[in-house]
């Protein structure tokens, strides 16, 4: 039923700007999820949440990317649970493979040595999906054309109604990254993570800011403490990821071949180089946002912030998090001091 043009009310008025945020009132966005046909379900059940939390207002489109075709089954299993556009990608071999330094060999080994050192750790596909996540997602074609996105995964839960757009209110704020949950990473994953971070800090510090938040991993002692926002839940300017100094660090990293030797994810690297490349009032913790990912839960224990909830705050991992904590209290970390701590 469509209102005759002409006749709107001031209710109705007010209910179509609720309804519809005015145009303009948004950015050039996306929710993006890397997702597997076999995870039809749990990415059913995240997209609904979303969208009865904040997107069937708000309208943005999905950008579901795969290395396989995806199924008719998965498309008719998303299109019967949104209205809103959903855009279907493939990615490449050059976009779903090894490191061109990597020797397939010697990469198989280290899977079969860490088979039972951590989670993970034998699976050829995770490595590929976290290079995957930390150095292409956003060249991707139908990712590359958009200023912002928001990543979303299969079988998490969003439990707060999002009343306003958060991507707005980070471009109107400055802000480039936005995150819900912090925590610390397992290091046998990371093993020489921070040795070759250093290395390449060293070579490139005209990429560097003058001031970074690099405080939040780091300590006087200037190794890496394993803080790390939880990146299967972000929302990134994605000029971030695009600009020089971080392919230039994906580009190192890459090199190093430690997606395949060890296991490195994607959220320590987002992480360490948001902290590197952005200060502090460019990050922020959207504390508004209840949020699941299996393992960890974030609910606001703010009245305010609660009353528009269903969970609860007692559960929440995120203030009890020493990472979460150490994040409210760091201040910018100055760039020669930066320089100095990683010399030692
Ligand atoms: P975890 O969150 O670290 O436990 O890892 P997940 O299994 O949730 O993987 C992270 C994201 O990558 C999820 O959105 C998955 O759907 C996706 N993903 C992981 N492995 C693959 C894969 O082999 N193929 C595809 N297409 N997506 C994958
Ligand atoms: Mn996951």
New binding site residues.
């Given amino acids: 039923w469509r209102q005759p043009a002409g006749v709107v009310g001031h209710q109705d008025a007010a209910r179509m700007s609720f309804d519809e945020p005015a145009a303009g009132q948004r950015v050039n966005g996306a929710i993006v999820?890397?997702?597997?046909n076999s995870?039809l379900a749990g990415l059913r059940k995240s997209i609904r949440m979303l969208e009865d939390r904040f997107n069937r207002r708000f309208k943005y489109p999905y950008v579901l990317?795969?290395?396989?075709n995806f199924t008719q089954e998965f498309r008719d299993g998303i299109a019967s649970i949104t209205t809103n556009e959903v855009r279907y990608g493939i990615l490449d071999e050059a976009q779903w493979g090894y490191s061109p330094s990597v020797s397939p060999a010697k990469a198989l080994a280290a899977l079969e040595h860490n088979r039972n050192r951590y989670?993970?750790g034998d699976s050829l596909?995770?490595r590929?999906?976290c290079r995957f996540?930390s150095g292409m997602f956003f060249e991707h074609p139908l990712v590359r054309d958009l200023d912002w996105y928001w990543r979303l995964?299969?079988?998490v839960e969003y439990y707060c109604d999002i009343n306003y757009d958060p991507f707005v209110f980070m471009r109107d704020r400055g802000l480039k990254y936005g995150f819900t949950i912090a925590l610390r990473e397992d290091p046998a994953t990371i093993e020489s993570l921070w040795y070759h971070t250093r290395e390449w800090i060293k070579k490139n510090p005209h990429l560097l800011p003058e001031r970074s938040l690099a405080n939040w991993i780091m300590g006087t002692d200037g190794h890496y403490n394993t803080c790390h926002f939880w990146s299967?839940f972000e929302i990134v300017d994605l000029s971030l990821y695009r600009s020089e100094a971080y392919r230039s660090y994906f580009e190192h990293l890459d090199r190093a071949g430690g997606f395949f030797y060890e296991r490195w994810?994607d959220a320590p690297i987002h992480s360490i180089a948001a902290t590197l490349l952005l200060n502090k009032d460019e990050v922020h913790w959207f504390e508004d946002i209840g949020y699941k990912?299996?393992g960890n839960m974030h609910c606001p224990r703010d009245k305010n912030m609660l009353a528009r909830c269903v969970c609860d705050p007692s559960q929440a991992y995120t203030y009890r998090s020493a990472c979460q904590t150490r994040f409210g209290k760091v201040n910018n970390m100055l760039k020669r001091r930066l320089l100095q701590l990683i010399d030692e």
């Fill in positions: 999820a890397l997702v597997r995870e990317l795969n290395d396989k989670l993970y596909s995770y590929f999906m996540q995964e299969p079988d299967n994810g990912h299996p």
